[in-house]
């Protein structure tokens, strides 16, 4: 067998990345991973996930002692000012000490951190700032980056129309920040922003926000988004922007077509969808095309269409999200092991961090319906006792469930702590449970989850508390 330097090597060192050559090196394989960024962690430690859940957290905090939130409960502020910089400096904290975390799981495991972007000269090979690396498998983790809207020019360090990575940074709050995009991103930066005090107006192609969700789900967002005081302008395209001064002019047109108008912004986001990252990794030298949408194509063990290379998170085919890309990374390594890794993708959890987070796992009541006859469980927040207490009257959560053998095809939820509550329904789906096993599982009281409880009651049509 021909002499490597390296067992497995991985190109990129985000979730999909990191996970991969960490769980390669515990099974024993001589690991590096080549790492271009000047920190570990990728996209969702460096400029995604975890800035922007520590604006999130902080943003939520600020609203709470500025809208009367906490003077409700008795605790009085005085004042309440915003303080940007110190916000701004516990979300660099927080990227320094998970980014540095990594460090140290590299150094603990032996994975050894060759910095530099990779570039393939073979399929066994690749060019790292000019040193040749070799190894038995390379695993392509490369990531996603930010999909540019023609006509809408990005220019993060000017501060007036970015991206997310721009949105994350801004020194000064908005008077009128326009999201153009009504997904993900877009609703939780722009969360951010209203919260700190910016008028917010979203402008989404379609005719609802978070494409991909249930389509209760996303009604019902937009209301809970509307009452919070954002402006969405739904089937709206953007066709254009200008900045003057410090400015910015967009030209709008229905996404039907019909008369333009114009809106004007001290900021703009852009947040149209990430696209898979394969620039610079000179993927002609091993013969591998990525398909029409730019992601590079695997097996269900991650194997890509050569030989001994592999590829793993958002530069592959299936939703852009750090677990699923964390998940791929554990099963590609234990798969190069020779041992049996899987993931299954009919059930990866989605979450939107907003004030209430909105959350669901398996098929939304539309692809279910497709699929064939169905029973569905429903029930409000409103009268869930610990969201009562806690004052969140939004949200509900939905159970649907197919109407032969009760087995639970997909589960929704909009409440302050879905995220967390959506653990339990992946769980149930992974273990191929029915509503009736959920609703005769034990639920501990007062809880927020208490009403997936209720809701799977509600599918054989006996909640208690509604
Ligand atoms: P990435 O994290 O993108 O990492 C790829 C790495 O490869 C990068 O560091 C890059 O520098 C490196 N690289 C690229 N090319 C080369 C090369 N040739 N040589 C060496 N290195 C290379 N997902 C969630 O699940 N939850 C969230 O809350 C969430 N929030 C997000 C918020 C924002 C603002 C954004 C932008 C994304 C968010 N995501 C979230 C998505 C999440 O960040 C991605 O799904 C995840 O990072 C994908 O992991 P990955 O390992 O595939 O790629
Ligand atoms: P997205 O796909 O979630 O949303 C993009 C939105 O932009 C869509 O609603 C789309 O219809 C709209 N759009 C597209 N072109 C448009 C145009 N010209 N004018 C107006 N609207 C337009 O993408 P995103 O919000 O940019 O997020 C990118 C990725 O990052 C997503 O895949 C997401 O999974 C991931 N992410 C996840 C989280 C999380 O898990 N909490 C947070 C942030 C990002």
Known sequence: MADYDYDVL???AGPGGYVAAIRAAQLGMKVACAEGRETLGGTCLNVGCIPSKALLHGSELFEEAHDGTLAKFGVKTGKVELDLPTLQGEKVGAVKELT??????????????LK????FTGPHAVDITGKTVTAKHIVIATGS???????????????????STGALALARVPQHLVVIGGGVIG???????RRLGAKVTVVEFLDQLLPGMDGEVRKEAGKIFKKQGMELRLSTKVTGASVKGKKATLTLEPAAGGAADTLEADCVLVAIGRRPLTDGLNLNAIGLVPN???????????????????????????PMLAHKAADDGLAVAENIAGLTGIVNHDVIPGVVYTTPEIA?????????????????????????SRAKTNREPDGFVKIIADAKTDRVLGVWAIATVAGTMIAEAALALEFG???????YTCHAHPTHSEAIKEAAMAVRGKPIHM
């Open 10 to 12: 991985v190109i990129g």
């Open 100 to 113: 540095q975390g990594i460090e140290f799981l590299f150094r603990k495991n032996k994975v050894d951190w």
């Open 116 to 119: 530099g972007y990779a570039k």
């Open 145 to 163: 980056s930010v999909t540019p809207l023609p006509g809408v020019e990005v220019d993060n360090d000017a501060g007036i129309i970015v991206d």
């Open 187 to 193: 609703l939780e930066l722009g969360s951010v922003w």
């Open 292 to 318: 029409a949408r730019g992601q590079i194509e695997t097996d269900h063990d991650f194997r890509t269409a050569v030989d001994d290379v592999w590829a793993v998170g958002d530069v592959v085919p299936g």
């Open 360 to 384: 669901g796992v398996g098929l939304t009541e539309e692809a279910a319906k497709e699929r064939g006859e169905i029973k569905i469980g429903k029930f409000p927040m409103l009268a869930n």
């Open 433 to 439: 449970a029915t509503s009736e096993d959920i609703a």
